[in-house]
Nanobody
Framework: QVQVVESGGGLVQAGGSLRLSCAAS????????MGWYRQAPGKQRELVAH???????NYADSVKGRFTISRDNAKNTVYLQMNSLKPEDTAVYYC??????????????WGQGTQVTVSS
């Protein structure tokens, strides 16, 4: 079994910062790409950022220069540092991870989501 669990969401004023964490645990051989997505009410889920096992990153244009994704491979954990938050960043943030099992097969796992609310 594999679990992916996010933490760190909450309520913050515009201009503030939050740091999200996402830890994968269980029967894991290795982890490929890890990413953060978000879904605002009435909108589709969208990519925020992702990071490969080698540390290459990709960001949505809307968060470039404000958000930073990083990972600790020893802890199977990915982080999202969010600065200069705006009300339009309000959403449920989801973590995902492409996990390689002992069988050698890769599977995509999602966390349950964490709410981020930015007040104006």
């Amino acid at each position: 079994q594999v679990q992916v669990v996010e933490s760190g969401g909450g309520l913050v004023q515009a201009g503030g910062s939050l740091r999200l964490s996402c830890a994968a645990s269980g029967s894991i051989y290795s982890i490929d790409t890890m990413g953060w997505y978000r879904q605002a009410p009435g909108k589709q889920r969208e990519l925020v950022a992702h990071i490969t096992s080698g540390g290459s990153t990709n960001y949505a244009d809307s968060v470039k220069g404000r958000f930073t994704i990083s990972r600790d491979n020893a802890k199977n954990t990915v982080y999202l540092q969010m600065n200069s938050l705006k009300p339009e960043d309000t959403a449920v943030y989801y973590c995902n991870a492409i996990i390689v099992r002992d069988s050698g097969y890769k599977y995509l796992y999602w966390g349950q989501g964490t709410q981020v609310t930015v007040s104006s």
